[in-house]
Structure formats: structure tokens, C-alpha cells
């Protein structure tokens, strides 16, 4: 008889290499969650691929012992959509930062979110290229200074999310580096996705560009300043005397303040639901950001839909149902062909 398969633990997951980020860098916390949920998901690690471009995220698949792929700069996507169409069965994960993801790799990452692959996208987002030194990203704040914009930067920053819903992908949350729980949390719904899950995670550099989330990040801060998520309850944020709501006006949100006592529904305050068809409100929440609204935390938006690998498995099916098995040799020597001699 075969011996019972071993249950698998956080430590199977952590490899021997030095894990080489700076001191106090939010990838830590990120790495130590995704390991600590890793057994839930896969009862053997050569089950599961970590692919990423070029940055300080992308050093990932090192400190992960699974199988791992360090590609070039932004085309992780696209080694990743190769890998999950060629083996379906496998656990893809793409492990990417907004300079990878948005600036040089946007055109492959809009591509394999709108294929809608069964894979986890994983965008760590600190706003700033840490890995070449402190250059402003796309996601950089107007006016950031760094040693690419010594006068504060005049680009307008792409947001994740919205470029997420806008390359229609089917599942789409945030969460923070130092939220251990939430991220979990986070981590296991996306796992649970049948599509693409594309997860935003906040995260601090210490060195180029510390506190750029610290209104979010911050325990005491984080209650006001954000907002959590949770399917079927109404968008309220605050602490009690401080509570405040988030209603839709001419098509616009608003924040409004409410008692304690108060019933949010009765005042009109936007029930959160992330299975809506249309993407317009998951648009709309994209839209609330600091300092003017609380930062929406947790599953924006889900949504059934054939993953990419199924559809191209059922063609292959069909095709072969109606043309047969093929023969590699006979289409080799089919319609015009011609020899070339010495």
C-alpha cells in the first residue's frame, strides 16, 4: 500500500534562500501570509508555479519552495498564460509591483486578465520603483519627488483596480501588507476564484518612499480612513461618535455622518455587493480614495465566467470530435511545400 500523502505546513513552503529585502519592507509580511496559506490550497508543492518579471516583488519565487519562474521585466503574465493553458491542473501564481505590471508589463497583464485564465495576480503596489532605487511609478502621486522627478512628478497614476475592471477582470479586491488576517482572507477567496483574481496589496518601502499607506496602515488611523467590504452590508466607516456612510448622489458617492443610533439603510447607504453584473458600481468604489473618501478594502467585484483554459480545452474536444485525432506528418506535408538542397 501507498504511503498516506504527509500534510503539508507553513515550513514546507519556505525555502533556503536568504530572503534578501530591505529591513521593515512589507514584501515580508506578504511572503509569511501567502506561505501560511499555501497547505489550504495544494497537497503537493510541485502542484504549484510562482512566476514573476523584475523587481523587488518579483524576487518571490525564490523564497518559495514550489516550482518558480523569474521572468523578464513585465511578461510574467504572459509566461504564466502559457504555463496555465499548457497544464491546466497546475496552481499559477503571478507576483508582480506596479512599475513590473503597469508600466513596461500593462500590455501583457491587460491581456491575460481579459482571457480571464483560472491564475492569482497578485500586484504589490507601494507606489515608488524601489528595486532601481526610488524612480516615480505609475502609480505615483502627482507631485512625488525622486530621483527621476526631482520636481515632483506631473504624470496622472494609473489605479490598479480600475485598470483591473477595465480589462474586465472577474475578480478584483485590495488588501494591506500588515493586515495579516484580512489578507488571508483575501488570499483564500481569490484561491477559491475560477478566473482570474487580481489582488491589489498595499505595501509599504521603508527606504524610498516610507508611509505612503500610513493612513490605512496605521491600527488607529486605518478605522477612519478605510473601508471594509463585506458582501450584503452597507458601506459605513468610522468609530462610534465618529461613524460615517457612503451614499450615491446623481450618480456620484458622497460621504454623509451619522449618529450612532441611526439605521444606515434608512439613510440611504450603498449596500455593498460584489456579484453585480454590470461593473459600474465596482467603478464607482474604485473612485473613493484618500484623502477626500475611505480606501474600499476587500472583493470589489466577482463574477462567473469561463476561464480562458476551459474554453480552449472544449475547442480542442470539438475539433477532435469532428476532424479526428490528426496527424502531425500528414499536416506537415499538406498544401504547398518544397524542399530545400545544398
Known amino acids: 500500500m501507498a504511503a498516506p500523502a504527509t500534510e503539508l505546513t507553513r515550513k514546507d513552503f519556505v525555502s533556503s534562500q536568504d530572503v534578501r529585502w530591505c529591513p521593515g519592507c512589507g514584501d515580508y509580511s506578504i511572503l509569511a501570509n501567502v506561505q501560511r496559506v499555501m497547505p489550504e490550497f495544494v497537497d503537493k508543492r510541485e502542484n504549484v508555479v510562482f512566476i514573476s518579471g523584475i523587481g523587488c516583488s518579483s524576487r518571490f519565487p525564490y523564497y518559495m519552495n514550489t516550482y518558480g519562474f523569474h521572468t523578464i521585466h513585465g511578461r510574467a503574465p504572459s509566461f504564466a498564460t502559457g504555463i496555465k493553458a499548457s497544464n491546466p491542473d497546475l496552481s499559477v501564481w503571478v507576483v508582480t509591483g506596479d512599475g513590473d505590471g503597469l508600466s513596461i508589463g500593462g500590455n501583457h497583464l491587460l491581456h491575460t ?61 485590495r488588501t494591506i501588507d500588515v493586515d495579516a488576517t484580512h489578507m488571508q482572507q483575501t488570499l483564500r477567496r481569490a484561491h477559491a476564484h475560477k478566473g482570474t483574481a487580481f ?120 475539433a477532435t470530435e469532428t476532424r479526428g485525432q490528426g496527424d502531425l506528418h500528414a499536416l506537415l506535408h499538406s498544401g504547398d511545400t518544397w524542399t530545400v538542397g545544398d
Open 199 to 318: 489582488v491589489e496589496i498595499l505595501q509599504n518601502c521603508p527606504v524610498f518612499n516610507d508611509g505612503v499607506w500610513e493612513d490605512v496602515q496605521d491600527r488607529k488611523q486605518r478605522i477612519h480612513n478605510s473601508i471594509s467590504l463585506v458582501q450584503g452590508e452597507p458601506l459605513v466607516f468610522g468609530a462610534p461618535g465618529f461613524l460615517k456612510g457612503i451614499v450615491m448622489e446623481g450618480g456620484d458617492p458622497k460621504v454623509i455622518e451619522l449618529d450612532d443610533d441611526d439605521d444606515p439603510i434608512e439613510k440611504g447607504v450603498v449596500i455593498h455587493d460584489e456579484f453585480l453584473e454590470s461593473r459600474a458600481y465596482a467603478f464607482a468604489l474604485a473612485t473613493l480614495s484618500r484623502p477626500d473618501y475611505p480606501l474600499p478594502v476587500g472583493v470589489l467585484r466577482e463574477q462567473k465566467k469561463a476561464s480562458y483554459e476551459q474554453l480552449l480545452e472544449q475547442q480542442i474536444e470539438d
Open 113 to 173: 486578465i481579459r482571457r480571464n485564465l483560472d491564475l492569482q495576480i497578485l500586484l504589490f503596489n507601494n507606489k515608488i520603483y524601489g528595486l532601481t532605487k526610488g524612480q516615480y511609478s505609475p502609480t505615483s502621486d502627482p507631485g512625488t519627488r525622486s530621483k527621476s522627478s526631482p520636481e515632483g512628478s506631473i504624470d496622472h497614476p494609473i489605479d490598479p483596480i480600475s485598470f483591473a475592471l477595465g480589462a474586465g477582470a472577474t475578480f478584483v479586491a
